[in-house]
Protein backbone atom coordinates (compact mmCIF):
# COMPACT_ATOMS: atom_id res chain seq x y z
CA UNK A 1 0.00 0.00 0.00
CA UNK A 2 1.18 3.16 -1.08
CA UNK A 3 2.13 5.66 1.98
CA UNK A 4 -0.77 8.32 3.27
CA UNK A 5 -0.63 11.39 2.89
CA UNK A 6 0.07 13.24 6.07
CA UNK A 7 -2.31 16.31 6.47
CA UNK A 8 -2.22 18.02 9.68
CA UNK A 9 -5.17 21.07 10.36
CA UNK A 10 -5.92 23.59 13.04
CA UNK A 11 -8.07 26.41 13.46
CA UNK A 12 -6.34 29.91 14.70
CA UNK A 13 -8.70 32.86 14.86
CA UNK A 14 -11.29 31.03 13.47
CA UNK A 15 -14.74 29.28 14.78
CA UNK A 16 -14.52 25.96 13.68
CA UNK A 17 -17.14 25.72 11.33
CA UNK A 18 -14.30 25.27 8.30
CA UNK A 19 -13.74 21.92 10.35
CA UNK A 20 -17.25 21.11 10.45
CA UNK A 21 -17.45 21.22 6.39
CA UNK A 22 -14.70 19.23 5.95
CA UNK A 23 -16.14 16.34 8.20
CA UNK A 24 -19.10 17.44 6.04
CA UNK A 25 -17.63 15.12 2.88
CA UNK A 26 -19.98 12.63 5.12
CA UNK A 27 -19.19 9.28 3.83
CA UNK A 28 -16.47 10.15 1.72
CA UNK A 29 -14.44 10.56 4.77
CA UNK A 30 -13.45 6.77 4.49
CA UNK A 31 -12.76 7.32 1.20
CA UNK A 32 -10.32 9.74 2.63
CA UNK A 33 -8.91 7.84 5.16
CA UNK A 34 -7.66 5.23 3.11
CA UNK A 35 -5.42 7.37 1.56
CA UNK A 36 -4.82 10.38 4.76
CA UNK A 37 -3.33 10.16 7.76
CA UNK A 38 -4.33 12.93 9.75
CA UNK A 39 -1.40 14.65 12.03
CA UNK A 40 -1.91 17.62 14.40
CA UNK A 41 -5.78 18.52 14.16
CA UNK A 42 -8.86 19.18 16.43
CA UNK A 43 -10.32 15.73 14.22
CA UNK A 44 -8.00 13.35 15.99
CA UNK A 45 -7.22 16.24 19.52
CA UNK A 46 -3.17 16.06 18.61
CA UNK A 47 -1.68 18.87 20.08
CA UNK A 48 1.35 19.16 18.28
CA UNK A 49 2.59 18.30 14.78
CA UNK A 50 4.78 15.48 14.85
CA UNK A 51 7.10 16.03 11.94
CA UNK A 52 7.21 17.41 8.48
CA UNK A 53 3.41 16.75 6.70
CA UNK A 54 2.49 16.96 3.28
CA UNK A 55 -0.54 19.36 3.72
CA UNK A 56 -1.22 21.85 6.21
CA UNK A 57 -5.08 23.30 5.88
CA UNK A 58 -5.65 26.29 8.26
CA UNK A 59 -9.09 27.72 9.29
CA UNK A 60 -9.02 31.43 10.80
CA UNK A 61 -7.18 34.73 11.16
CA UNK A 62 -4.29 35.68 13.00
CA UNK A 63 -5.49 37.49 16.24
CA UNK A 64 -2.72 36.84 18.94
CA UNK A 65 0.91 35.73 19.25
CA UNK A 66 0.15 32.31 19.55
CA UNK A 67 -1.70 32.35 16.10
CA UNK A 68 2.08 33.74 14.71
CA UNK A 69 3.87 30.59 16.39
CA UNK A 70 1.30 28.54 15.42
CA UNK A 71 0.94 29.70 11.89
CA UNK A 72 5.12 29.86 11.28
CA UNK A 73 5.72 26.17 12.68
CA UNK A 74 2.99 24.96 9.95
CA UNK A 75 4.83 26.52 7.56
CA UNK A 76 7.92 25.84 8.31
CA UNK A 77 6.36 22.03 8.99
CA UNK A 78 3.83 21.83 5.94
CA UNK A 79 5.14 20.79 2.21
CA UNK A 80 1.52 22.65 1.33
CA UNK A 81 0.09 25.06 3.15
CA UNK A 82 -3.53 26.24 2.52
CA UNK A 83 -5.66 29.21 3.71
CA UNK A 84 -9.04 27.89 4.77
CA UNK A 85 -11.85 30.04 4.67
CA UNK A 86 -12.94 33.66 4.67
CA UNK A 87 -11.33 34.66 7.91
CA UNK A 88 -7.74 32.81 6.79
CA UNK A 89 -8.27 35.05 3.14
CA UNK A 90 -9.64 37.97 4.59
CA UNK A 91 -9.44 38.03 8.51
CA UNK A 92 -13.11 37.67 7.86
CA UNK A 93 -15.72 38.53 11.00
CA UNK A 94 -12.56 38.58 13.16
CA UNK A 95 -11.10 41.33 10.99
CA UNK A 96 -14.29 43.75 11.73
CA UNK A 97 -12.47 44.64 14.87
CA UNK A 98 -9.69 46.25 12.75
CA UNK A 99 -12.02 49.62 12.69
CA UNK A 100 -11.22 50.00 16.01
CA UNK A 101 -8.53 50.34 18.43
CA UNK A 102 -7.67 47.01 20.80
CA UNK A 103 -8.27 49.33 24.19
CA UNK A 104 -11.50 50.19 22.56
CA UNK A 105 -12.54 46.30 22.13
CA UNK A 106 -11.14 45.24 25.76
CA UNK A 107 -13.32 47.90 27.24
CA UNK A 108 -16.38 47.44 25.67
CA UNK A 109 -15.68 43.54 26.64
CA UNK A 110 -14.38 43.50 30.41
CA UNK A 111 -15.47 46.93 31.14
CA UNK A 112 -18.39 48.37 30.04
CA UNK A 113 -20.04 45.24 28.39
CA UNK A 114 -23.78 44.19 30.08
CA UNK A 115 -23.36 42.62 32.69
CA UNK A 116 -19.83 42.29 33.45
CA UNK A 117 -18.88 41.72 37.24
CA UNK A 118 -15.20 43.05 38.92
CA UNK A 119 -14.46 44.51 35.52
CA UNK A 120 -10.35 44.41 34.72
CA UNK A 121 -9.08 43.32 31.22
CA UNK A 122 -7.66 39.99 31.61
CA UNK A 123 -4.22 39.85 32.23
CA UNK A 124 -2.99 36.05 33.14
CA UNK A 125 0.61 35.97 31.80
CA UNK A 126 -0.81 32.32 29.99
CA UNK A 127 -3.20 34.56 28.20
CA UNK A 128 -1.48 34.97 24.29
CA UNK A 129 -1.52 38.97 23.36
CA UNK A 130 -3.61 40.20 21.34
CA UNK A 131 -2.15 42.05 17.95
CA UNK A 132 -3.13 45.32 17.40
CA UNK A 133 -5.26 44.19 13.96
CA UNK A 134 -6.16 40.54 12.87
CA UNK A 135 -4.67 39.59 9.82
CA UNK A 136 -5.07 37.04 7.31
CA UNK A 137 -2.64 34.44 7.14
CA UNK A 138 -1.02 35.70 3.87
CA UNK A 139 -0.11 39.12 5.70
CA UNK A 140 2.17 36.32 7.56
CA UNK A 141 3.72 33.36 5.62
CA UNK A 142 3.68 32.23 2.25
CA UNK A 143 0.33 30.49 1.30
CA UNK A 144 0.05 27.95 -1.34
CA UNK A 145 -3.56 27.53 -1.76
CA UNK A 146 -6.52 29.69 -0.91
CA UNK A 147 -9.79 27.81 0.00
CA UNK A 148 -12.34 30.70 -0.41
CA UNK A 149 -15.93 30.60 1.56
CA UNK A 150 -17.74 30.40 5.11
CA UNK A 151 -17.13 27.82 5.17
CA UNK A 152 -15.86 26.35 2.10
CA UNK A 153 -18.35 23.55 1.29
CA UNK A 154 -17.69 19.72 1.63
CA UNK A 155 -17.47 19.63 -2.18
CA UNK A 156 -14.68 22.23 -2.15
CA UNK A 157 -12.68 20.24 -0.42
CA UNK A 158 -13.41 17.42 -1.63
CA UNK A 159 -12.32 18.31 -4.91
CA UNK A 160 -9.03 20.18 -3.58
CA UNK A 161 -8.01 17.61 -1.60
CA UNK A 162 -8.72 14.85 -4.39
CA UNK A 163 -6.67 16.86 -7.32
CA UNK A 164 -4.18 17.26 -4.99
CA UNK A 165 -3.62 13.70 -4.27
CA UNK A 166 -4.14 12.87 -7.93
CA UNK A 167 -1.02 15.67 -8.65
CA UNK A 168 -3.50 17.91 -10.51
CA UNK A 169 -4.29 21.20 -10.29
CA UNK A 170 -6.33 22.01 -7.25
CA UNK A 171 -8.15 24.96 -8.10
CA UNK A 172 -11.71 25.28 -7.74
CA UNK A 173 -14.63 25.27 -11.15
CA UNK A 174 -16.23 28.84 -10.58
CA UNK A 175 -19.09 27.13 -9.13
CA UNK A 176 -17.24 26.33 -5.94
CA UNK A 177 -15.77 29.53 -5.58
CA UNK A 178 -18.02 31.42 -3.08
CA UNK A 179 -17.07 33.71 0.00
CA UNK A 180 -20.16 33.12 2.04
CA UNK B 1 -21.96 45.66 -46.06
CA UNK B 2 -22.51 45.40 -42.54
CA UNK B 3 -20.34 46.69 -39.89
CA UNK B 4 -17.89 44.55 -37.90
CA UNK B 5 -14.87 44.22 -36.13
CA UNK B 6 -13.01 41.17 -34.55
CA UNK B 7 -13.46 40.08 -30.64
CA UNK B 8 -10.69 37.60 -30.05
CA UNK B 9 -10.76 36.47 -33.61
CA UNK B 10 -14.42 36.24 -33.78
CA UNK B 11 -16.76 38.22 -35.98
CA UNK B 12 -18.73 40.78 -33.63
CA UNK B 13 -21.40 42.70 -36.03
CA UNK B 14 -22.21 46.70 -34.57
CA UNK B 15 -23.87 49.30 -35.10
CA UNK B 16 -23.21 52.84 -35.73
CA UNK B 17 -22.78 54.88 -32.38
CA UNK B 18 -22.06 51.36 -30.15
CA UNK B 19 -19.42 50.85 -27.93
CA UNK B 20 -17.36 47.78 -28.22
CA UNK B 21 -18.75 46.63 -24.91
CA UNK B 22 -22.68 46.92 -25.68
CA UNK B 23 -21.79 45.35 -29.50
CA UNK B 24 -20.18 42.38 -27.64
CA UNK B 25 -22.88 41.83 -25.36
CA UNK B 26 -25.72 42.21 -27.93
CA UNK B 27 -24.02 39.92 -30.11
CA UNK B 28 -23.92 37.37 -27.24
CA UNK B 29 -20.32 37.63 -25.84
CA UNK B 30 -19.71 38.34 -22.27
CA UNK B 31 -17.22 41.38 -21.36
CA UNK B 32 -16.54 41.30 -17.30
CA UNK B 33 -17.69 44.96 -16.67
CA UNK B 34 -18.47 46.70 -13.11
CA UNK B 35 -19.14 50.66 -13.52
CA UNK B 36 -20.96 50.43 -16.17
CA UNK B 37 -24.33 50.05 -16.57
CA UNK B 38 -26.68 49.59 -19.70
CA UNK B 39 -29.43 52.81 -18.89
CA UNK B 40 -26.40 54.89 -17.15
CA UNK B 41 -24.16 54.84 -19.88
CA UNK B 42 -19.83 54.60 -19.48
CA UNK B 43 -17.52 55.33 -16.82
CA UNK B 44 -14.59 54.35 -17.82
CA UNK B 45 -13.21 53.73 -14.29
CA UNK B 46 -13.18 50.07 -12.70
CA UNK B 47 -11.09 49.59 -16.22
CA UNK B 48 -12.66 45.88 -15.68
CA UNK B 49 -13.63 46.02 -19.28
CA UNK B 50 -10.10 46.73 -20.89
CA UNK B 51 -9.48 45.17 -24.05
CA UNK B 52 -6.28 45.57 -26.42
CA UNK B 53 -6.32 46.78 -29.35
CA UNK B 54 -3.59 47.13 -31.88
CA UNK B 55 -1.32 46.66 -28.77
CA UNK B 56 -3.30 49.39 -26.81
CA UNK B 57 -5.27 48.88 -24.10
CA UNK B 58 -8.86 50.03 -23.90
CA UNK B 59 -11.48 50.42 -21.55
CA UNK B 60 -14.68 48.81 -24.05
CA UNK B 61 -17.05 50.34 -22.15
CA UNK B 62 -16.24 53.75 -23.58
CA UNK B 63 -14.51 53.27 -26.94
CA UNK B 64 -16.31 53.60 -30.09
CA UNK B 65 -16.89 49.85 -31.91
CA UNK B 66 -15.35 50.11 -35.49
CA UNK B 67 -15.15 48.43 -38.43
CA UNK B 68 -12.14 46.19 -39.29
CA UNK B 69 -10.45 46.19 -34.95
CA UNK B 70 -8.91 43.57 -33.80
CA UNK B 71 -9.91 43.40 -30.28
CA UNK B 72 -8.47 40.79 -27.89
CA UNK B 73 -10.40 40.33 -24.76
CA UNK B 74 -10.15 37.29 -23.04
CA UNK B 75 -6.95 36.20 -23.24
CA UNK B 76 -4.61 35.12 -20.00
CA UNK B 77 -3.35 38.49 -19.51
CA UNK B 78 -5.97 40.53 -19.54
CA UNK B 79 -8.36 37.91 -17.37
CA UNK B 80 -4.89 37.94 -15.03
CA UNK B 81 -5.41 42.00 -14.80
CA UNK B 82 -9.02 41.65 -14.30
CA UNK B 83 -8.42 39.52 -11.48
CA UNK B 84 -5.71 41.75 -9.92
CA UNK B 85 -7.99 44.70 -9.65
CA UNK B 86 -11.14 42.54 -8.43
CA UNK B 87 -8.17 41.36 -5.63
CA UNK B 88 -7.01 45.79 -5.45
CA UNK B 89 -11.02 46.29 -4.93
CA UNK B 90 -11.54 44.00 -2.34
CA UNK B 91 -8.25 44.62 -0.23
CA UNK B 92 -8.72 48.10 -0.60
CA UNK B 93 -12.14 48.21 1.62
CA UNK B 94 -13.78 46.67 3.80
CA UNK B 95 -15.71 43.71 2.05
CA UNK B 96 -16.99 41.08 4.99
CA UNK B 97 -19.00 38.78 2.45
CA UNK B 98 -19.98 36.30 5.43
CA UNK B 99 -21.51 39.23 7.20
CA UNK B 100 -23.23 41.09 4.59
CA UNK B 101 -26.74 41.33 3.20
CA UNK B 102 -25.90 42.07 -0.26
CA UNK B 103 -23.92 38.58 -0.61
CA UNK B 104 -25.01 36.60 -3.73
CA UNK B 105 -26.73 39.22 -5.18
CA UNK B 106 -23.72 41.26 -5.35
CA UNK B 107 -21.93 42.39 -8.35
CA UNK B 108 -18.64 42.99 -6.82
CA UNK B 109 -18.90 39.40 -5.61
CA UNK B 110 -20.31 37.73 -8.43
CA UNK B 111 -17.73 38.99 -10.64
CA UNK B 112 -14.72 38.17 -8.68
CA UNK B 113 -16.23 34.33 -8.97
CA UNK B 114 -16.48 35.06 -12.78
CA UNK B 115 -12.80 35.64 -12.67
CA UNK B 116 -11.86 32.57 -10.67
CA UNK B 117 -10.90 35.02 -7.36
CA UNK B 118 -9.95 32.13 -4.50
CA UNK B 119 -7.51 34.76 -2.30
CA UNK B 120 -6.78 38.67 -2.28
CA UNK B 121 -3.19 38.23 -3.02
CA UNK B 122 -2.20 41.78 -1.84
CA UNK B 123 -1.84 43.11 1.33
CA UNK B 124 -5.49 43.71 2.84
CA UNK B 125 -6.04 47.73 3.88
CA UNK B 126 -8.54 47.70 6.87
CA UNK B 127 -9.62 51.35 6.02
CA UNK B 128 -11.27 53.04 8.27
CA UNK B 129 -14.27 54.92 6.90
CA UNK B 130 -18.13 56.41 7.99
CA UNK B 131 -21.21 54.46 8.02
CA UNK B 132 -24.53 56.63 7.63
CA UNK B 133 -27.16 55.01 9.27
CA UNK B 134 -29.27 57.76 9.79
CA UNK B 135 -32.09 56.96 7.73
CA UNK B 136 -34.82 55.35 8.90
CA UNK B 137 -35.22 52.68 5.31
CA UNK B 138 -32.17 53.57 3.36
CA UNK B 139 -27.98 52.88 4.81
CA UNK B 140 -24.74 53.73 3.35
CA UNK B 141 -22.11 51.29 4.31
CA UNK B 142 -18.96 53.14 2.88
CA UNK B 143 -16.79 50.10 3.82
CA UNK B 144 -17.77 48.45 0.90
CA UNK B 145 -18.25 51.04 -1.53
CA UNK B 146 -15.83 50.96 -5.05
CA UNK B 147 -16.59 54.50 -6.06
CA UNK B 148 -18.10 53.43 -9.38
CA UNK B 149 -20.79 56.29 -9.08
CA UNK B 150 -23.28 54.22 -10.70
CA UNK B 151 -25.45 55.72 -7.68
CA UNK B 152 -24.40 59.26 -8.83
CA UNK B 153 -25.65 59.09 -12.26
CA UNK B 154 -28.64 56.54 -11.27
CA UNK B 155 -29.54 59.97 -8.85
CA UNK B 156 -29.10 62.50 -10.97
CA UNK B 157 -30.54 60.70 -14.22
CA UNK B 158 -33.30 58.91 -12.96
CA UNK B 159 -34.12 60.08 -9.29
CA UNK B 160 -34.18 63.69 -10.66
CA UNK B 161 -32.40 64.00 -6.47
CA UNK B 162 -28.59 64.46 -6.87
CA UNK B 163 -28.18 63.10 -3.98
CA UNK B 164 -24.73 61.80 -4.56
CA UNK B 165 -20.98 63.05 -5.21
CA UNK B 166 -17.15 61.60 -4.67
CA UNK B 167 -15.13 63.93 -2.84
CA UNK B 168 -11.52 63.76 -2.23
CA UNK B 169 -8.84 61.90 -4.44
CA UNK B 170 -7.28 58.19 -5.13
CA UNK B 171 -7.87 56.13 -2.16
CA UNK B 172 -8.69 59.22 0.16
CA UNK B 173 -11.96 59.25 -2.04
CA UNK B 174 -15.51 59.18 -0.47
CA UNK B 175 -18.84 58.58 -1.21
CA UNK B 176 -20.35 62.34 -0.78
CA UNK B 177 -23.98 63.17 0.23
CA UNK B 178 -25.73 66.46 -0.98
CA UNK B 179 -27.76 67.11 2.01
CA UNK B 180 -27.39 69.98 4.60
CA UNK B 181 -25.67 67.84 7.09
CA UNK B 182 -24.26 65.60 4.60
CA UNK B 183 -26.29 62.69 5.98
CA UNK B 184 -28.73 60.60 4.10
CA UNK B 185 -31.48 61.22 6.69
CA UNK B 186 -31.36 65.15 5.37
CA UNK B 187 -31.40 63.83 1.67
CA UNK B 188 -34.16 63.06 -0.19
CA UNK B 189 -33.49 59.76 -0.75
CA UNK B 190 -36.37 57.17 -0.82
CA UNK B 191 -36.27 53.47 -0.62
CA UNK B 192 -37.49 52.84 -3.93
CA UNK B 193 -34.58 54.60 -5.93
CA UNK B 194 -32.87 53.81 -8.78
CA UNK B 195 -29.73 55.23 -6.67
CA UNK B 196 -29.64 51.92 -4.71
CA UNK B 197 -30.76 49.98 -7.44
CA UNK B 198 -27.87 50.68 -9.15
CA UNK B 199 -25.20 50.08 -6.63
CA UNK B 200 -23.25 46.63 -7.47
CA UNK B 201 -22.51 46.31 -3.65
CA UNK B 202 -23.59 46.31 -0.27
CA UNK B 203 -22.58 50.04 0.02
CA UNK B 204 -26.34 51.55 -0.21
CA UNK B 205 -29.43 49.76 0.10
CA UNK B 206 -32.87 49.58 1.60
CA UNK B 207 -33.17 48.57 5.46
CA UNK B 208 -35.29 45.46 6.71
CA UNK B 209 -35.19 43.51 3.35
CA UNK B 210 -31.61 42.30 3.23
CA UNK B 211 -32.15 38.99 4.70
CA UNK B 212 -35.93 38.55 2.48
CA UNK B 213 -34.22 35.66 0.26
CA UNK B 214 -31.91 33.64 2.37
CA UNK B 215 -28.51 33.19 1.50
CA UNK B 216 -27.97 30.49 -1.25
CA UNK B 217 -30.23 30.97 -2.84
CA UNK B 218 -29.97 34.62 -4.02
CA UNK B 219 -28.92 35.69 -7.98
CA UNK B 220 -25.78 34.81 -8.04
CA UNK B 221 -25.57 31.84 -5.98
CA UNK B 222 -27.55 30.04 -9.18
CA UNK B 223 -26.15 31.11 -12.06
CA UNK B 224 -22.92 33.09 -12.79
CA UNK B 225 -22.88 36.67 -13.59
CA UNK B 226 -21.96 36.11 -17.12
CA UNK B 227 -24.64 34.11 -17.57
CA UNK B 228 -26.75 36.04 -16.32
CA UNK B 229 -25.79 39.08 -18.21
CA UNK B 230 -26.19 37.65 -21.30
CA UNK B 231 -29.67 36.44 -21.29
CA UNK B 232 -30.85 39.77 -19.36
CA UNK B 233 -29.19 41.53 -22.43
CA UNK B 234 -30.71 39.30 -24.93
CA UNK B 235 -34.19 39.82 -23.17
CA UNK B 236 -33.67 43.25 -23.45
CA UNK B 237 -32.61 43.53 -27.08
CA UNK B 238 -36.14 41.83 -27.84
CA UNK B 239 -37.81 43.93 -26.14
CA UNK B 240 -36.75 47.03 -28.01
CA UNK B 241 -36.82 45.31 -31.10
Redesign the interface.
Known amino acids: MAEKLKVATCSLAGCFGCHMSLLDIDERLVDLLEVVAFDRSPIDDLKQISGPVDLGLIEGGVCNAENVHVLQEFRRLCKVLV?VG?CG?????P??R??FTLKECLEESYIRGVGVEFAHIPDDPELPLLLD?V??L??IVK?D????G?PPSADAFWHFLTARMAGQDP??P??L???? | MTNAFHLDGLEVPFQEGQTILQAALAAGRYIPHLCWHPDLGPHGSCRLCTVVISGRPFSSCTQPAMKGQAVACRTPELNGMRKAIMQMLFVEGNHHCPSCEKSGNCRLQATAYDLGMQDSHFPHQFPKRERDMSHPDVFLDRDRCIRCERCVRASRIYDGKDVFGVHGRGMHSTLAVNSPSGLLADSQIAPEDRSIQACPTGALMAKRVGFVVPIGERVYDREPISVLELRKYAAEEVHHG
Open positions: AEITGGISMNGKRPHHIYFLPCTLNAIHFD
